[in-house]
Structure formats: structure tokens, C-alpha cells
């Protein structure tokens, strides 16, 4: 299972696996809002991780430049370019 360590969030890791077909599944935060981590996971279950990372990516938290679900488009973004081959990963 992948794990994130987001930055500037009240979250402390993100926990998610992702299918061979790119869907996500099993997310999950520690710490943070409850109440936002359980909505967030739920929304999440069974999308495409490009989906997912289209919807939430650049989206601030108040006045922070970043938000759980930003950290979560990072997160999954991270996990699909290492996935990729070395000659397909871009810099």
C-alpha cells in the first residue's frame, strides 16, 4: 500500500492503494478532519486516480496554498509517474 507524507496539512500520511487499472482504493488519512478524510475516501473509492488528481490538484485549504485533497493529487500523481517507465517519467 503507498503511503504520502503531505506537507502543510493537518493530515500527517496518506494511505491508498491503486489498482492496475489506475482506480483508487483503501484511501485513508492520519489525523486531520475526520469528517473530510472519511468524505474524501469515499468520494475517491473506484475513481481513476487522473480523475481524482484533475479535481483536486491547486486546491488551498483557507488561507494555505495546499489542502488535503491537493496533497492527495500529489500523492497519486507520485504513484503513477513511478510507475512508468524510467523512459516515460518526466522530470
Known amino acids: 500500500m503507498p503511503s504520502f507524507y503531505p506537507k502543510g496539512v493537518c493530515a500527517v500520511k496518506i494511505n491508498f492503494e491503486l489498482d492496475d487499472d489506475g482506480l483508487v482504493h483503501d484511501l485513508s488519512f492520519e489525523k486531520g478532519c475526520p469528517g473530510n478524510a472519511q468524505g474524501l475516501a469515499k468520494l475517491a473509492e473506484g475513481r481513476k486516480a487522473t480523475e481524482l488528481i484533475d479535481m483536486f490538484k ?34
Open 58 to 91: 491547486g486546491l488551498p485549504c483557507g488561507k494555505k496554498a495546499t489542502s488535503c485533497p491537493d496533497q492527495l493529487a500529489i500523492a497519486l500523481n507520485k504513484e503513477l509517474e513511478s510507475r512508468k517507465p524510467l523512459q516515460e517519467r518526466s522530470n
